[in-house]
């Protein structure tokens, strides 16, 4: 069974994804003694004192909010490996499973920036003959999941080449005709993926991590490239507690996951680097602010949906404001992050289990939860 992003369940709803760990004794109600934060790290009493109050106890989470180009909080709360008692910090490693999608589009962008693609393209441009019904796909299409192709081409993990990817992407049946419906697909990021390879001549993660991540200064981020150490892994516990092991316990391809996650999925990274991803979102050292344009614009409204769909993000217009958010998630986990453009503030929040049978589930208003969040380092009290 595929394991799709919790933004896909949130749709079908609508419409039927360093630095070493020096930790010290936390506190607070949401992760209580075993919560864990770096002496180094900022802590917003505001956004602790609310996390107490929202946050169950017993999953391992970690938030991180920013005002501008200054981090105003990191820390773990709970447990991000139970049998180790490993607590949970700014600087523990976790999937965050379709926000994977952001990233693949800002590479496509870095291409275009350097008049490699133009995301008004057919796929075609890259990708060789393609048959008649998809000829008329577009790269911004795939961006904005509007290429009428299906969710996944099947598991996750299933043992899938970039070859094999392809050949079944261009003989399954469409869902609708190219730029005619939103349809939320994993697929079209896998094809973007596949895109940026052959253009490049790099590997997806390669390419990614010398265009994106190395000059953003982000380390701890990537599939296999960045040297984590095993214990700084959040390992995934199902919703009766159960472990799932670690993301990188689960079958992959030497360099990273196979093709029905890689490009749409399964990105490890830590709050730290978000924080400096966020640097690159509201700067210029990576993107252009063209670049930054396309990919924070409402391009498609999605059916029943308070929001639009960007590239790789859903973006929502407020009445003082307009704010991007994405998500990811599969059966065990859950990783939201959101961008609030008028001054810049961010907020990212991971969890290694997001349900628990009869107790919690971080799916319920997660959106809502991160504008609370966002609430407190936005408007802090006197």
């Known amino acids: 069974?595929?394991?799709?992003?919790?933004?896909?369940?949130?749709?079908?709803?609508?419409?039927?994804?360093?630095?070493?760990?020096?930790?010290?004794?936390?506190?607070?109600?949401?992760?209580?003694?075993?919560?864990?934060t770096s002496a180094r790290d900022p802590i917003d009493p505001a956004v602790e004192r609310f996390l107490d109050e929202a946050l169950p106890?017993?999953?391992?989470?970690?938030?991180?909010?920013?005002?501008?180009?200054?981090?105003?909080?990191?820390?773990?709360?709970?447990?991000?490996?139970?049998?180790?008692?490993?607590?949970?910090?700014?600087?523990?490693?976790?999937?965050?499973?379709?926000i994977t999608k952001q990233f693949t589009a800002a590479a496509i962008l870095k291409l275009e920036m350097n008049g490699k693609v133009h995301v008004g393209d057919p796929i075609g441009t890259y990708l060789g003959r393609v048959p008649g019904d998809k000829k008329d796909i577009t790269l911004h299409q795939l961006l904005t999941h509007t290429a009428g192709l299906p969710q996944s081409l099947g598991d996750d993990y299933d043992p899938l080449t970039r070859a094999q990817m392809l050949a079944q992407a261009m003989k399954t049946p469409l869902q609708s005709a190219p730029g005619?419906?939103?349809?939320?697909?994993?697929?079209?990021?896998?094809?973007?993926?596949?895109?940026?390879?052959?253009?490049?001549?790099?590997s997806y993660e390669h390419f990614l991590a010398q265009h994106l991540f190395r000059p953003a200064g982000m380390s701890r981020t990537g599939y296999v490239l960045p040297d984590w150490q095993r214990a700084q892994v959040a390992v995934e516990y199902d919703r009766n507690g159960r472990s799932q092991g670690r993301p990188i316990d689960h079958p992959w391809a030497p360099d990273g996951p196979y093709w029905n996650l890689r490009g749409n999925g399964g990105m490890l990274t830590t709050a730290r680097d978000m924080f400096r991803w966020h640097r690159v979102l509201t700067g210029e050292t990576v993107l252009s602010t063209a670049a930054k344009l396309k990919l924070f614009a409402p391009h498609v409204r999605v059916p029943e949906v308070d929001g639009a769909y960007g590239y790789g993000w859903v973006v929502i217009d407020s009445d003082d404001d307009r704010f991007a958010w994405h998500d990811g998630g599969n059966d065990w986990s859950l990783a939201t992050v959101a961008e609030f453009h008028r001054d810049d503030t961010m907020v990212f929040w991971v969890s290694n289990q997001a349900y628990r049978k009869g107790k919690w589930n971080l799916e319920d208003d997660h959106v809502e939860l991160t504008q609370d969040i966002a609430d407190r380092v936005r408007h802090p009290a006197p």
């Open 1 to 36: 069974m595929a394991l799709p992003g919790s933004l896909v369940l949130l749709l079908v709803l609508a419409l039927v994804g360093c630095s070493d760990v020096h930790t010290v004794g936390g506190t607070g109600a949401g992760g209580g003694k075993e919560a864990a």
């Open 57 to 98: 106890s017993g999953p391992g989470i970690t938030v991180a909010t920013a005002r501008g180009d200054r981090l105003t909080h990191c820390a773990g709360r709970g447990l991000s490996d139970h049998a180790a008692k490993t607590p949970a910090t700014c600087d523990t490693v976790y999937d965050v499973m379709s």
């Open 180 to 202: 005619k419906e939103f349809h939320y697909s994993n697929l079209g990021y896998s094809l973007l993926a596949a895109i940026i390879e052959k253009v490049s001549g790099q």
